[in-house]
């Protein structure tokens, strides 16, 4: 079973919609979760982190985190051509004792249509 | 602007033969990552390093070693190519091991024929 799992695997919206990205997790224990953007040929590029449960914005971006629920939330509001990419939800979650490593999902394809 | 360079970012490469990916980072990084980006896997952690002259195994090491001579450097080594190891490999430093946001190079295309 995937350790983080995340939903749609693409997604189409028109410029100016808002865009919501889900990510699960199975590590209750998970410290903090990140956000990645991935341009075609290019490497992920870190957009935005958290760490303790709500939400937290930066921008057009916000992401929410339900610790409970094991789940978080990557909204972009007003979105743009340029926004489409891959975004990779990757959470530090526990990898026995008391270490902690970053697994990736396999990530959410977005296109954003003029 | 952080900045890590991968060398080279495109290769083919037969099956048996030794390929060497080069990383050279500049962010003055303790920590150096090599992931491999395969279609329906997702990033997968290879090896890392958090000291030069150290390097540590990630969760798919086999079939590759990884060396650190220097801060700066981290390389991924595959002694004997096979054709599974086709992918996309990316290097990434970080300031601190995980809780840090790791700072990604462009990516080495690998083909094994």
């Known amino acids: 079973q995937e350790k983080v799992q995340q939903s749609p695997e693409s997604l189409i919206v028109p410029e100016g919609a808002m865009v919501s990205l889900n990510c699960s997790f199975s590590?209750?224990?998970?410290?903090s979760i990140w956000w990645y953007q991935q341009h075609p040929g290019k490497g992920p590029k870190a957009l935005i982190?958290?760490?303790?449960?709500g939400n937290k914005k930066e921008g057009r971006l916000t992401v929410y985190l339900n610790r409970a629920s094991l789940h978080v939330s990557l909204h972009i509001k007003d979105s743009q051509p340029s926004d489409s990419a891959v975004y990779l939800c990757?959470?530090?979650?526990?990898?026995?004792?008391?270490?902690?490593?970053?697994?990736f999902g396999k990530g959410t394809l977005l296109t954003v249509t003029p | 602007e952080a900045a890590v360079t991968q060398s080279p970012r495109s290769k083919v490469a037969v099956t048996g033969g030794k390929v060497t990916l080069s990383c050279h980072q500049t962010?003055?990084?303790?920590?150096m990552y090599w992931y491999r980006q395969d279609t329906g896997h997702g990033l997968r952690l290879i090896h890392y390093?958090?000291?030069?002259?150290?390097?540590e195994k990630g969760d798919i090491p086999d079939g590759y070693k990884a060396s650190r001579p220097s801060q700066e450097n981290f390389s991924l080594i595959l002694e004997l190519a096979s054709l599974s190891q086709t992918a996309v490999y990316f290097c990434?430093?970080?300031?601190?091991?995980?809780?840090?946001?790791?700072?990604f190079g462009e990516g080495s295309r690998l083909i094994v024929v």
């Open positions: 990434a430093s970080s300031p601190g091991g995980t809780g840090n946001t790791l700072y």
């Open positions: 990757a959470v530090s979650m526990r990898s026995g004792g008391s270490n902690y490593k970053l697994t």
């Open positions: 982190s958290i760490f303790s449960n």
């Open positions: 962010n003055n990084h303790d920590y």
């Open positions: 590590d209750s224990a998970s410290q």
């Open positions: 390093s958090y000291v030069a002259d150290s390097t």
